[in-house]
């Protein structure tokens, strides 16, 4: 059984285009983030939520949307893509938002843009 | 802003020739560091948390250390299953921050 899911695990597309990633986790957690991994490989965090409200959201173009419908679920639509959107998106989820408890990370969804 | 430097970048080792990787860290209010390994086309996957200077976690043939300014992770004797990137992240509040990782390569 996979405890962090992502869909699709690769999104090849046009610049300009919309597209969204889904992300599901069963472990029972109440907190899911989204991350991004660039090309020299740092994970960087975007958004976080808890119980359905958006705890962090860092630096990010307004064109990257999340929406988490129940705590089990958290997806990332993305507008008007540009090259520099290409990266691995991760999903993670994890226990509570505050205490130091590991989080799970999906398998990644490799975005290209061309 | 939180920084977490990983050293050294890369590291290829023989079966058995054990070595330590290094994670030197500035946070306000450190609540925890951990520990990740990541395969190839994976995702990162827990491997320790360490909550205070001085402590110490061991799992096979890995142990992480911590002190207020660094962690260690010493890999005692790898095999080739040992090969990934190590990555080591510091919790401030709410927020994970990750450093670049150590990819390590064991030959048999």
């Known amino acids: 059984d996979t405890a962090v899911s992502q869909t699709p695990k690769y999104l090849v597309t046009q610049m300009g285009n919309d597209k969204s990633i889904k992300c599901e986790q069963n472990?029972?957690?109440?907190?899911m983030y989204w991350y991004k991994q660039d090309s020299k490989k740092f994970l960087k965090i975007m958004f976080s939520y808890n119980n359905k409200e958006l705890i962090i959201n860092e630096t990010v173009p307004n064109r990257f949307s999340p929406k988490s419908p129940d705590k089990a679920h958290l997806n990332l639509h993305i507008n008007s893509l540009e090259l520099g959107d290409s990266a691995v998106y991760f999903c993670?989820?994890?226990?509570?938002?505050?205490?130091?408890?590991?989080?799970?990370f999906g398998d990644g969804t490799r975005l290209s843009i061309l | 802003e939180d920084q977490v430097t990983q050293s050294p970048e890369a590291l290829r080792l023989q079966e058995g020739e054990s070595s330590s990787l290094n994670c030197s860290y500035t946070?306000?209010?450190?609540?925890?560091l951990f520990w990740y390994r990541q395969d190839p086309g994976k995702g990162p996957e827990f491997l320790f948390t360490l909550y205070s200077a001085g402590e110490e976690k061991e799992k096979e043939r890995l142990k992480a250390t911590l002190t207020k300014k660094e962690s260690f992770l010493h890999i005692t004797a790898p095999k080739p299953e040992d090969s990934a990137t190590y990555l080591c992240?510091?919790?401030?509040?709410?927020?994970?921050?990750f450093g670049a990782g150590t990819t390590v390569t064991v030959r048999a």
């Open positions: 472990l029972g957690h109440d907190t």
């Open positions: 993670a989820s994890s226990q509570g938002p505050r205490d130091p408890q590991p989080q799970h």
């Open positions: 992240a510091v919790q401030n509040d709410y927020k994970l921050s």
């Open positions: 946070v306000s209010g450190l609540r925890g």
